[in-house]
């Protein structure tokens, strides 16, 4: 009798749930049938669309200019397809041998021209070009095999090679009159004014001096000038017969600043102090390089930390630790997101172009202050160009005034700068 | 919950290296001997596959079916590579270590040189007068104080970094303003730069909360 009961109960459920899914699912089988039918004479008419035939589609390939051979200009002439209503795209389609296996390397819409970024000088490319429909193609035929070819010269640039020119010829002026014995003013520099009084402190209080090179390389400039600097503060350190300890992060940077301070040494008569333990490298990992001179920061407590080269993150944690054990610290970089940190955390900070400047500052020697002032000569002129620039194009455009219109195209020619659509 | 052995060495050493914030102590110590060991290690297995397998041995001796000519061209950068070993034979032959460096640093301010002039300079000089350019084509309030800030900025900044000149008088006011201009560039620099570093400290949080911990899901 239980049986029966729970069999009738279950059956009834059953029928309850399928009739209830029946009701909500019989409408939306109801409503995407009658969509079908709605789209599909559409579809149909899509269908047995006719593209009119045109005439062929005539493609031009050429190299790309100033370039170091590493791309092709695909262009091609319209009959007329981008008018037609069902008109998608153009398809640009390269081939590197004679199957028909391509692939395609771009679309275009209005603008009849593509650029194949990824050609080859070595390898011959040949092209077609196709205007797609929704059901249709019309391809053109295959272009003539093409490489792209090296430009030795990057003529889009020249006026980088004239200012290049004008400065150098500066630097090479200035160079030649300080060899004959002009003296050629420089402002002073505040942080480098420290240098010495930093390295006595560091004597004084019987403690040593920490010297980091950036984390960059020696293909940095800003690293070959921080050794620059070093050179002068070891010869500091070598006179006061203090301590130095440079950790590194590139191991050629390493072998360069030996050089430096065993050079240092010997300029202050002090060969037999160096060691090459002055000098030691940690690890290329930028945190791991980071967290071994923290540890040497806190366990050695350097009176003096100079920051002289590229840094990138670990600005502030390197700074802040020489804060937190009461160093004077000297930091210098041309790396503009982290100048804010050792501007807050340092005693003195070389901004930008003072670290370069710094070299020839320290230095005294005519080849390195006449490049300075050389270069003097070249910020001058940007100036000149920014002002001349600014009042040009104002009067050019504004009052349309003939002189400053000239002005205005040769500077936009040289500089490329592009006038907006209004 | 899984038992992972190198989520717990990773979160330990988390730990050890942010036990540097209360002082110099063992656990900080041994985590900074682990990272600079480790890192000096994988760096060298990694140079030496990127380099003097993959770049070396493979341009020189690359697999016929590829087709690649062989690239005897890097036998200079490997000549270079040997002469840097030469001061293991002390004082004697050290010398000879100079010349690879030499060619380092002549090479990189040679190449840089134009680099710097293109990227510094005249994409210095095209932002600024193309900032006035446009501010000119369509004139409103807004973009013409926008052009004149730039320009006067850029221009006093130049002025800062003019070294020939004592930075007294009209010039000296000129240059206080550069200053002005680059501090106030570096605090908004600051501020910016300050919060993306706190994303790093709440990536290694949220690793700590729910890699190892799993109280964040």
Not at chain 1, 139 to 144: F, G, H
Request: proline share 4%.
């Amino acid at each position: 009798m239980t049986a029966k009961l729970y069999t009738t109960i279950t059956a009834i459920t059953i029928t309850a749930l399928s009739l209830l899914l029946l009701l909500i699912a019989a409408p939306h089988a109801l409503l995407a049938q009658s969509d079908a039918v709605a789209e599909s004479p559409d579809s149909a008419t899509t269908a047995v669309a006719q593209v009119p035939d045109l005439g062929p589609i005539l493609i031009t390939v050429e190299d790309f200019p100033s370039d170091a051979g590493e791309a092709l200009i695909i262009g091609w002439e319209d009959p007329g397809y981008v008018s037609l209503p069902d008109f998608i795209e153009y398809r640009v389609t390269r081939y590197t041998d004679d199957s028909d296996n391509g692939m395609v390397i771009g679309t275009s819409v209005l603008n009849p021209e593509v650029i194949d970024g990824e050609a080859s000088h070595s390898i011959a490319h040949s092209y077609t070009v196709a205007a797609v429909f929704p059901d249709h193609e019309v391809i053109s035929a295959r272009s003539e095999p093409a490489m792209a070819e090296i430009q030795w010269v990057a003529a889009d640039k020249y006026a980088v090679i004239i200012i290049g020119i004008f400065v150098c010829a500066a630097v090479i002026f200035f160079i030649e009159t300080a060899k004959r014995g002009k003296t050629l003013f420089l402002r002073r520099i505040a942080g480098l004014e420290a240098i010495d009084e930093a390295v006595g402190r560091a004597t004084e209080m019987g403690r040593p001096i920490l010297f980091v090179a950036g984390i960059q390389d020696m293909d940095d400039v800003q690293t070959l000038a921080g050794l620059t600097i070093l050179g002068r503060v070891a010869r500091t350190v070598a006179q006061y017969d203090s301590k130095i300890n440079m950790p590194c992060r590139a191991s050629l940077v390493m072998t360069a600043g030996r050089e430096v301070i065993k050079e240092a040494y010997n300029v202050a008569g002090r060969p037999d102090a160096y060691s090459d333990d002055m000098v030691h490298y940690v690890t290329d990992e930028q945190f791991g390089f980071v967290a071994a001179t923290n540890g040497i920061m806190v366990r050695e407590k350097p009176a003096t930390c100079f920051y002289l080269g590229a840094f990138f993150a670990e600005s502030l944690i390197l700074a802040e630790t020489g804060n937190s054990i009461e160093a004077i610290q000297i930091a210098g970089t041309a790396m503009p997101a982290q100048l804010p940190f050792f501007v807050a955390a340092c005693d003195y900070t070389l901004i930008g172009e003072e670290l370069f400047a710094a070299s020839a500052y320290l230095s005294e020697e005519p080849r390195q202050l006449g490049s300075l002032k050389g270069q003097d000569v070249g910020k001058a002129l940007a100036m000149i160009a920014i002002v001349v620039g600014g009042i040009s194009v104002t009067l050019a455009q504004a009052w349309d005034i003939g002189l400053f219109q000239v002005i205005e195209s040769a500077l936009r020619t040289a500089f490329n700068i592009q006038l907006p659509v209004r | 919950m899984q038992f992972d052995i190198g989520i717990w060495i990773a979160a330990l050493l988390t730990l050890g290296i942010i036990s540097f914030l209360y002082k110099d102590n063992v656990i900080y110590k041994v985590s900074e001997a682990i990272f600079v060991g480790v890192s000096a290690g994988f760096w060298f297995i990694s140079l030496f596959w990127d380099n003097i397998y993959r770049k070396f041995w493979v341009g020189v001796f690359p697999d016929p079916t590829s087709g690649k000519e062989p690239q005897y061209i890097l036998f200079g950068g490997v000549l270079l590579g040997v002469l840097m070993l030469s001061r293991l034979f002390g004082n004697k032959a050290g010398w000879i270590s100079r010349w690879p460096l030499a060619f380092i640093v002549g090479a990189t301010a040679g190449l840089k040189m134009i680099t710097f002039l293109a990227s510094n300079a005249v994409a210095q000089i095209n932002a600024t007068v193309g900032n006035f350019v446009a501010a000119v084509a369509a004139p409103t309030f807004a973009g013409l104080v926008t052009a004149s800030t730039v320009t006067i900025g850029t221009f006093c900044g130049l002025v800062y970094f003019f070294f020939s000149k004592e930075h007294k008088g009209w010039f000296g006011g000129l240059a206080q303003v550069g200053t002005w201009v680059l501090m106030i560039t570096f605090g908004a620099s600051f501020g910016y730069t300050v919060m993306s570093r706190m994303s790093l400290l709440l990536g290694r949080i949220d690793f700590l909360l729910s890699d190892w911990l799993h109280l964040i899901k």
